[in-house]
């Protein structure tokens, strides 16, 4: 056979796009730009220091590490650790100190993604891994929630306040009932606008809805993970609402109070974290949606999406593992 007829075989990938690495996290990275106006409107400069604190920190780390530690090549500017850096300042709140911030960023650059070989090698989300830790940490500071349009020019000594969620988690434990409650927090229309405490990028349902249509319009993510998640948590919620409302929320306030949108949307969604198929994908969902209303109703924390998404990233490759599209040319076994 003549070497013209031989065939050539190369590894996957087969197909090749215009889009890249660097495209997403960029379109990712812009997709919550109106979050981020939101939260300079809530909390002003905190937000601003937080966020340039994180996304710096982030950055700086993935570079010492590549180089000093992995000998690699570093390559910073793909926007990965840009992306890590801003979505674990979303994650915390817009008085938390530079150097926990530090350390919420060496741990989720250090040992969330670069101990197990870089981007596209790490089982669970970097931010969320960084935030997890600080919560446990440094449960005080990670708790300590600056009021919404409070002293916006403070920073460390910004007026606090309960998030949504922890007023209505304390006082459900402490016997008081739903209907009770719900005038000690902001009504439903400001919690769709942000007015609330929390973590600074996870206020403003609205402005992450916007940022998830973007994101679905440059098909970056798909429907699959935030429809189940959402549709999860509104079926299992409003069950125990109508079972007993005086115990338990109705399901418009687990969507729009917490970091129910920014975990759907933007964390959930994170491909190489998040099962390769659409049933995969939506098997994912359903099982975050369970355990953050698990958490949320009958765990000691009021906030329980970061727990639930970390939890399903450890069960990703499981899923992707016994629900994967049959092989081409696979003959079915009779009996």
């Not at 690495?21 to 939260?39: D, E, G, N, T």
């Not at 919420?104 to 197990?116: D, N, Q, R």
Request: charged share 10%; aromatic share 10%; net charge positive.
């Amino acid at each position: 056979m003549s070497a013209t007829n031989l065939i050539t075989v190369s590894p996957s990938p087969h197909s090749y796009g215009k889009d890249s690495v660097s495209k997403i996290m960029y379109r990712v990275i812009w997709a919550l730009i109106p979050a981020f106006a939101v939260s300079l409107i809530f909390f002003g400069l905190g937000a601003l220091i937080v966020t340039a604190t994180a996304i710096v920190s982030c950055v700086l780390f993935e570079y010492l590490i590549s180089k000093y530690l992995m000998k690699t090549k570093p390559v910073i500017w793909d926007g990965s650790a840009i992306l890590t850096g801003l979505l674990l300042a979303f994650n915390v709140p817009s008085n938390l100190p530079v150097w926990i911030i530090i350390i919420g960023s060496l741990v989720a650059i250090g040992i969330g993604k670069m101990s197990f070989g870089g981007l596209g090698k790490n089982p669970f989300n970097p931010a969320l891994v960084g935030r997890v830790f600080l919560l446990i940490s440094f449960p005080v500071q990670m708790t300590s929630w600056p009021q919404a349009l409070g002293s916006r020019w403070a920073y460390l000594d910004a007026a606090t306040g309960a998030t949504p969620l922890g007023i209505i988690k304390e006082g459900l434990n402490n016997g008081e009932s739903f209907s009770d409650l719900i005038g000690q927090i902001p009504e439903y229309s400001q919690l769709l606008l942000g007015n609330m405490g929390g973590s600074l990028g996870e206020v403003s349902f609205l402005a992450l809805i916007l940022g998830g249509l973007y994101l679905l319009w440059k098909k970056v993510i798909t429907w699959h993970i935030p429809g189940s998640i959402l549709l999860t948590v509104i079926v299992f919620t409003g069950i125990m609402w109508m079972i007993n409302p005086d115990q338990n929320a109705d399901p418009m306030f687990h969507l729009l109070a917490g970091g129910m949108m920014l975990g759907a949307v933007f964390m959930a969604t994170d491909m190489v974290t998040s099962p390769m198929t659409a049933k995969g994908q939506i098997i994912f969902g359903v099982g975050i949606g369970i355990l953050t209303c698990l958490i949320r109703i009958f765990g000691a924390y009021p906030e329980g999406m970061s727990f639930a998404i970390l939890i399903m990233n450890a069960l990703v490759p499981l899923i992707d593992k016994y629900v994967k599209p049959k092989r081409f040319g696979e003959v079915k076994k009779n009996g």
